[in-house]
């Protein structure tokens, strides 16, 4: 026989629907054999045998004898209740490895499900298997994984974007160099040495330690630098020992900074004087409008990755330089989306 001639007809392999079970029961009351209900059907009869056997039950008769009958309001409940518990099969499947791997980078590493998936692309890594972050986030609320769940979880977005108030004058601050002054190129991030700076202050009555945070916009460059506490000349000394520190490299590294109104900034004449030639500005202050973070948007999610290591409400004071080192090393080594999933260190090198 060839593969033409043969006597196989291609089955839709479509359900039994409902109809269709009322349809059986009435026809084996009739007494009408398998083989032609699954004629008068068109279904194979194999199909039609399996389900009278999930719908049949045990009933008494008029006799007051138990006997096994077909029921096709018990075959449709069946039915039902299989097709709810039915679903995609994990993706993630036998995959131990890949698991393994994420589990280790959002738990130990503090990664985030959208940095894990975007550096396993954008480094390539080699898995048997690929997932999307929605579908690693559906497989964290479905507590798939065997030691990570949604508390190991940084933050969960809610999808809602943060509305936007007006910009305002700072009253307190008339003689800074206002952020609408600030050159175009700063803006589209498109030249390194463009920098935001803020405070990321320890709880209440934990010291008065600080970390003046530094943001470069273009490569999210990350400076974390420990300072006695959150006045003018702790900020300034704090900068003055960075200038020394780097010598001819500062003043190309850091062509403007854009910071906030806190009175710890105000002093814009002195951050901006160059401890070598006082009469030389090391780099251009810029001041951003009240109530508006999101013009040093940057230096704000910055704030929020340091917040992973340091809680609200956390001792400043005890952190030593090794661990802020850490943190900084960690920061300026995170894949980021924005980036295409590389780091900081890739674009400065």
């Given at each position: 026989m060839s593969q033409e001639d043969h006597t196989t007809k291609s089955l839709s392999f479509k359900h039994i629907t409902e109809r269709e079970r009322y349809t059986i029961e009435l026809l084996l009351k009739k007494k009408v054999s398998v083989i032609e209900i699954s004629v008068l059907l068109g279904k194979h009869r194999r199909t039609v045998e399996r389900e009278i056997i999930r719908g049949t039950v045990?009933?008494?008769?008029?006799?007051?004898?138990?006997?096994?009958?077909?029921?096709a309001d018990a075959g449709q409940r069946v039915y039902l209740s299989n097709s709810s518990n039915k679903g995609p099969s994990l993706k993630i499947g036998h995959d131990h490895k890949l698991a393994e791997h994420i589990e280790k980078k959002i738990i130990k590493d503090s990664y985030s499900p959208d940095a894990v998936i975007g550096e396993i692309r954008a480094k390539e890594l080699n898995f048997d298997t690929s997932i999307c972050t929605k579908t690693l986030y559906n497989y964290i609320d479905k507590n798939v994984f065997a030691n990570l769940t949604?508390?190991?979880?940084?933050?969960?977005?809610?999808?809602?974007?943060?509305?936007?108030?007006p910009t305002r004058v700072a009253y307190n601050n008339l003689k800074g160099t206002s952020i609408e002054l600030r050159p175009p190129e700063v803006e589209t991030r498109e030249e390194y040495g463009h920098?935001?700076?803020?405070?990321?202050?320890?709880?209440?009555?934990?010291?008065?330690n600080a970390l003046l945070v530094l943001t470069?916009?273009?490569s999210r460059q990350q400076i974390i630098l420990k300072i006695h506490d959150k006045s003018q000349r702790s900020v300034q000394q704090a900068i003055d020992k960075l200038d020394r520190k780097m010598g001819p490299r500062f003043k190309k590294t850091f062509k403007t900074i854009t910071v906030d109104n806190g009175s710890e900034f105000l002093d814009s004449e002195r951050l901006e004087?160059?401890?070598?030639?006082?009469?030389?500005k090391r780099f251009k202050l810029y001041y951003a409008h009240p109530y508006c973070a999101w013009e040093r948007?940057?230096?704000?999610?910055?704030?929020?990755?340091i917040r992973r290591f340091i809680p609200k409400g956390a001792s400043i004071t005890k952190l030593k330089t090794k661990d802020i080192q850490r943190i900084e090393n960690w920061m300026n080594n995170y894949p980021r989306k924005i980036l295409g999933y590389r780091c900081a260190n890739d674009l400065v090198a």
């Open positions: 045990r009933m008494l008769n008029t006799h007051y004898e138990y006997v096994n009958v077909y029921c949604n508390k190991d979880l940084p933050v969960k977005r809610n999808g809602k974007k943060r509305g936007y108030s920098w935001e700076m803020d405070l990321v202050l320890g709880g209440v009555g934990k010291g008065k470069e916009r273009k004087c160059s401890i070598k030639n006082p009469t030389q948007g940057s230096n704000e999610n910055a704030n929020k990755l």
